[in-house]
């Protein structure tokens, strides 16, 4: 009786299974010889998330990739997944300029990228959106996915130490990220000019430290304290980087000349 | 026979570089291709937007488009970046995917494959003389009509409005009017209307150089408002870094899927090979006219469909002759396509010295200079310079409003079947004159007789029920079977009437008239063959010649 139970546990299962229809694989993707508008676009999202460089280099003004920050081509939780568009309204706003996912994707361009922020229909832009939506297949409409941007460190009763941040950043990190935090080889730079900008998300600490913690040093995510991780990220944010294009140079020049 | 026409289009598809013994002042024509090359990157950056591709593209139709044309044509026409084509091809490929996306790039390459063989179709067919027949009129109507669109489509970034789409132009500049507090940014307004008024008045001192202060000015506008408001605030849009290569070959992708997707462009592929052809065709022709160059129609089309052909195979869309630039070419002393050479090679040294600074150019500031380039290619000139004979106006005003309302490709359509009924029309129009004399009536004749005007004839014909009738035909121009058919059957008619038909003929219409059996019913009256009468009884026809009103 029991058994008969399991059955059809299993057959009703399967049966849910094949009604959510799989949706192909990246990889599978990239191997059609032609694609629709959609999956096209969705593979071209695919490419400029993992190769800004190469696929998106008329709006990307430093060495970073999207999946720099946003690992495993936005895939991995607790690293930024992508896999968002859920949580954005799907309406433009009378002046078209608020589209949601959109704008968010723009601004990445203008501050983790410091680059140009490209307008809205810019086919770079609707690319990285088609992506979005494609990896937020099966996600609720509204609801937060699992492991929605980066953890949230609890308050550890310390200030983060930017010159214990140093200590642990030689000792983990530089290996990868170079002494200077110029990037080695396909560590990127996580200072200096080519290096995301003052106005970036991961110009933030807590941002930072979430993510450090739960991903760095690459492969060994977890392995540093949650305090090692503030220090690290404040010792990072104090480093030189590209201005933050929010500030009006006029008035910098302004605050510069007069006293 | 096969062996001569094989020859000859073989002579014709080789490059021939006759011209490099006319070369005395190459230093002109390098000068002349530089000021081409300066003068074509806004354009090349422009129609690409207009055609919905990247920028870079445009600049590579400018390189290599102008290349390939100059070194197969015999002319020193400056090819390119072509605005109708541009608007062709984005109204072509939109349907079928988003602009600038990756499938949209290569549907653009394969409909400028199929422009590049419609092409050498029409050259192997020897069908370049037909684009003579399309009036005049019509090409104007049809650059008119361009430049209404390009007015339009350059109004989403003169206002920095996302591109919305309407059926009609009125409802967009509805939604313009009504929202404009909401709508229109107040940046991309100010840097495009510094734009536009430096043009102008620019164009008043420069006819030649206008755009390029025009543009020059935007840019520095758009400095000033990237240093007062940071980018977030005024989110304007900026043309980007262009990943320009030296040699951008890539392959069309061609599989089954493509191609079965790709019949649907058929139509756009021909629309866009005939207007492309009639364009430079225009110029051509002009050139011809007015410079002693060695210039063959057939030869330029074979170098039209080469270039457009080759042109996807270096990530460049298909081009067409451009009127201004190749005006600026000669009045700056080029005679040869040494100039045009010149010109795609300073295309590629000055984009890539001028990169960094085109990455900062406002898309408003090239807005404005599209708005100018659109704006005036709507001339009030034209249309008084057509209103003068009704069926040129018409056909002018029909092309106009047609692509004003259903777009480029319709109105293409329209102009082509409108020139080719007026020039049937036309030529089935006889003019008759009639006299009295002692020996019944005489009937003057002008035009082609054959079965499309014998209507006229018989009309006239009918009116004589009595006495006896002569038709001169000394100024008939030709004629056919059906007119000898009517001849005699006219004749036996009358003869029943016991009235005679007189026909007045020289010495080869009436050898003519015999071997195709008028019979015996009509007499033949033969002329003096070189004694033509003193003075011609027609009034001079009235139309409208090609002249330089149009581009």
Partial sequence: ?259 | MIARVARQLLREALPDLAWRHRLTHWRTEIFAGFVGAVLVIPQGINFAWLAGMQPEYGLYCAIFVTLFASLLGSSSMMSGPNTAVAILIGAAVLPLAGRGSPVYVDFVFLLCLMVGIVQLLFWLLRAGRLFQYISPAAISGISAGAGFLIVMSSLDSLLGLSSFQTTFFYQKLYVILSDAVDLVSPYSLSIALVTITAGYLARERSSRYFLLIAVAAGYVAGLVVAFIWPQPVTELEYLGRMPIEWLPWRVPTLTMEYLMISVSLIPYAVTIAVIGLAQSLVIVRELKMETDQDIRLDKEVYAQGVANFLAPFFSAFAGAGSFNRTKANQSLGATTPLSTLAASVFVLLLVSLLGPVLTWMPMAALAGTLFIVGANMIKWSDVQHYARVRSELMIYLATFLCIVFFGLAAGVTVAVVLSVTAFLLNISRLELREESTAAGTLLRVRGALFYASMETLSDAFHRHLQGDLTVDLQYATHIDQSAVDFFAREAAQMRRRAQTLHLRVNATQSHFLQSMGVGDNVRLEALQDDAPPATIPFAPHHSTTLTGETR
């Fill in chain 1, 1 to 259: 009786m029991f058994h008969r139970y399991l059955i059809l546990v299993a057959l009703l299962l399967s049966a849910t299974a094949h009604a959510q229809e799989e949706q192909p694989s990246i990889s599978q993707l990239l191997q059609e010889p032609f694609l629709d508008d959609y999956y096209s676009n969705v593979v071209y999202g695919y490419e400029i998330v993992t190769d800004s460089q190469r696929h998106a280099s008329r709006y990307v003004g430093n060495a970073l990739n999207c999946s720099s920050c946003h690992l495993q081509a936005g895939t991995q939780k607790d690293a930024l997944p992508l896999n968002v568009a859920g949580m954005y309204p799907k309406w433009r706003a009378k002046n078209g300029k608020r589209n949601g996912i959109g704008l968010r994707i723009r601004e990445c361009f203008l501050y983790s990228m410091d680059g140009i922020m490209p307008p809205e229909d810019a086919p770079e832009v609707l690319a990285v959106s088609a992506y979005v939506s494609y990896l937020s297949q099966g996600e609720v409409m509204g609801a937060e996915p699992e492991g929605r941007g980066v953890p949230t460190l609890p308050d550890t009763g310390y200030d983060p130490n930017p010159a214990s941040g140093r200590l642990v950043y030689l000792q983990q990190c530089a290996s990868c990220h170079g002494e200077q935090g110029q990037g080695v080889g396909v560590a990127p730079p996580v200072w200096g000019l080519d290096s995301f900008n003052r106005g970036a998300g991961m110009h933030g600490i807590e941002t930072a430290a979430g993510f450090i913690w739960a991903n760095m040093p690459l492969g060994q995510g977890r392995s540093l304290s949650q305090q090692q991780a503030l220090d690290v990220a404040a010792y990072i944010n104090l480093q030189i980087r590209p201005a933050d294009p929010r500030e009006s140079r006029l008035l910098k020049l302004l605050e510069a000349v007069l006293p």
